[in-house]
């Protein structure tokens, strides 16, 4: 061969390598094999996945959640004086956040079980092993200290990412409380022009027809059905807003009735301040009346709220009004004939949120088989950056059951999982202001420290994973827990149970436990288990007796808190505050129509259908999407992309595991 061939040869070669190479996308997710003792495990995934640990905890902790926690500092100083970096120098110069979760991971770590202790430290020593390796042995403390730092990483790192999200959920809380506190908020709603006394119907749902004051709500709180049934279509609406420290902002004001924008400038929108009996102004209220066009058509109508006040804070900068969440309440027309508990508050999206984590579990007539599936995706803040780093762990303990879980590097644990006893599950979170943080404000008052306590939840998950054989074992592990926060479970076994968990933490005055079992509850869908319906004998989350489903908000744990300190606080229900609890009502309702339209038809492609319906996606959080078929050892993960559902679910079979 000539020369000037052979150099058009090699090039060509070298061309197709390169263009071989090119044409094979990164992985999405990692997936990784763990066995041995904890230590073992732990020192394995952070040896084969170092490179990703430190990006994450930098990308996730150190670029995204530590400013975010940052820029909620004053809202928290504002109120807990401890935090005041004036004060408190120490939580001044961008050292707030960061301090908060090391506090909190400190105090946690009481609450760990040893194997889980030395699995992180297996964790920072994989991690590090570069730097480590020319320590003698475990016992040579300094140079292990030294190659650390030299590393980067060291255990209350891997400690801090193993509990953040157990801390940063109930600061968020707190935070996101706190803000509402100085914001408007509705406080009466009256239907007015068209009475609804003496019409012969229970509007209200309170079990008397026709009461005086029916037409009436004179003490407003949020409800997760229809706040009345069989208006009368020319019914217009006064809905009166309070601001404790400010007036309503007219501007602000945006009124939605199933899409429809009503502001200031719209006719059909009044906005006055009403006046006291002796005819004075009540500068601190607003009322907002919405006369209808024309008479309402629809059977079933939701109305959304909107408005700020007019104190403008300047901290966190840009300069800001206070506004209050979207507040929704439903209503039905003359005719549609259902009762308040039978109509879902559920509305529709405007855009300014997305459907929460959801989860749904079937078995027997649900599926064409008898196949039990569990189905699970799990969204809160991906950040940029969570959906980067995610992995499949398959551990191999020395003894005691295998398992695979979803979940993140460098974290022991995942929202959904499944072991070699045909155990699954999954997990949400679920907001609540009965929680340790809480408990440390009635403690202490204005001197309380936002540091959590209870155990945490991922290694409540890994303990689930490594000792229940079957769901009724999981639901009690969950059930007997001792809460950092608010937390909903389903599990499912190869044997077809199928149980839901809530729970939370039980505070009252002074911070102490006040009624330990108040705060959990477990059902089943099952005929005659009475803790699985309300008070109208309608089953809390299943349509049959066959399936079960999981949502971001609380149903027999409703009225989770309310306790007013003395007109200080009034720290009130999940459903009156969180930011979550209306879009995961609204996500439950369209999951339930999902499942009753496909009931038996539920093989895994259609599971799969269901995971990825438009109004079951949080397009903008999404972290991770599985569904698990336990009697077969299979868990199907969709990894790596945003939304998670958008992504191939891979197969990964239990039982042919290694």
Known sequence: MLPMQKLSSTLLAVMLVLTACAAQPPPRYQVITLTGNPYDRGFQHGQQMAALIKSFYTTLLTTSLLPYLNRNQPDIAAYLHNYDATEHPEYGDGQFSIRLLRESAKSLEASIPQVYIDEMNGIADGVCSKELAGCNGRSDTACYAS??????????????????????????????????????????????????????????????????????????????NAMWVEVPPAAKV??????????VDPLS???????????????????????????????????????????????????QVQAGDTKISETPPPAHEHRMRTEQFTLSTRGLGKPPHLVPNMGISDGTSQP??????????????????????????????????????????DSGPSYIFVGWVGIAYGFAGLNTEGVS???????????????????????????????????????????AHNADEAATLAYDTTPTFGWNFLFADKGGKLRAVEVRRDIGMGGVIANPGAGRAQWTPDTGDAAGVDQWGVPWASQQTDDLRMGAHFRPLANDFSMNLGGMFNLRPQRDWSSYYFSSVRAMANLA????????????????????????????????????????GKLHAALGTVPATDSDFDTFDLTSAP
């Not at 008898?370 to 950056?385: E, M, N, P, Y």
């Not at 038809?601 to 903008?620: G, N, Q, Y």
Request: hydrophobic share 40%; glycine share 8%; charged share 20%.
């Open 593 to 632: 129509e999902q499942i009753t339209t496909n009931y038996g038809k539920f093989d895994l492609a259609t599971v799969i259908a269901t995971m990825r319906t438009p109004v079951l996606v949080d397009e903008h959080d999404s972290m991770t999407a599985v569904v698990i078929e336990p009697g077969l």
């Open 238 to 247: 006064r809905i009166r807003m309070h601001d404790d420290d400010a007036m």
């Open 253 to 303: 004001v945006r009124i939605l009735v199933d899409g429809t924008v009503y502001t200031q400038e719209s006719p059909e929108l009044q906005i006055a301040t009403p006046t006291d009996a002796t005819g004075q102004p009540l500068i601190h209220d607003t009322d907002v009346t919405l006369t209808p066009a024309s008479p309402w058509t629809q059977p079933i109508v939701t109305i």
């Open 147 to 224: 190659g650390h730092v030299a590393c980067g990483l060291d255990y209350q790192d891997i400690l801090v990412l193993n509990t953040f999200v157990d801390t940063t959920l109930a600061a968020r809380g707190i935070t996101y409380f706190l803000q509402q506190a100085g914001a408007p908020r509705v406080t009466e709603v009256e239907w007015l022009g068209a009475s609804l006394v003496g019409d012969g119907v229970d509007n209200n749902g309170d079990g008397t027809t026709d009461e005086a004051g029916e037409s009436l709500i004179a003490s407003y709180e949020s409800l997760p």
């Open 425 to 467: 599950y999954g997990c949400n979170h679920s907001d609540t202001l009965n929680n340790p943080l809480a408990g440390a404000f009635l403690t202490d008052f204005f001197d309380a420290k936002l540091v959590s306590s209870g155990e945490p939840i991922g290694f409540l998950l890994r303990d689930i994973l490594s000792q």
């Open 356 to 397: 929460p984590s959801i989860g749904f579990a079937l078995r027997k007539s649900a599926t064409p088989d008898g196949q039990v599936r569990l189905a699970h995706h799990f969204s809160l803040l991906d950040a940029g950056t969570s959906h980067k780093h995610t992995v499949v762990q398959i551990h191999h303990p």
